[in-house]
């Protein structure tokens, strides 16, 4: 399973934009998709995730009420819509994906997320 991710850019304070994550050769192996980002100069960490059975989700704390995560079964990817996006969202961010919410094997090429004040 190879993780593309794609939807990154520059937007300004405020602004949305949508990450898309497709898991190419299938999610049998899946149980769990999430995203997580890097700032510069920051350790990466944890956005946001999903269980690829029944849906539910978990936030960071800084994203609650701005980002949702979804998937779409049909189509093996998971999304990432951003709200309301503030200068310190800015990073890179990477798509994940594991056998549990608490373990991630498989990862992304990061796509770079720019919020300008």
């Known amino acids: 399973v190879q993780l593309q991710a794609s939807g990154g850019g520059l937007v300004q304070t405020g602004g949305s934009l949508r990450l898309s994550c497709a898991a190419l050769?299938?999610?049998?192996?899946?149980?769990?998709m999430g995203w997580f980002r890097q700032a510069p100069g920051k350790e990466r960490e944890f956005v946001a995730a999903?269980?690829?059975?029944?849906?539910?989700?978990n936030y960071a704390e800084a994203v609650k009420g701005r980002f949702t995560i979804s998937r779409d079964k049909a189509k093996n990817t998971v999304y990432l819509q951003m709200n309301s996006l503030k200068p310190e969202d800015t990073a890179v961010y990477y798509c994940a994906a594991g056998p549990s919410d608490t373990r991630y094997d498989k990862w992304g090429k990061g796509t770079l997320v720019t919020v300008s004040s």
């Open positions: 999903v269980n690829w059975i029944t849906g539910s989700t």
């Open positions: 050769g299938g999610t049998f192996s899946i149980n769990a």
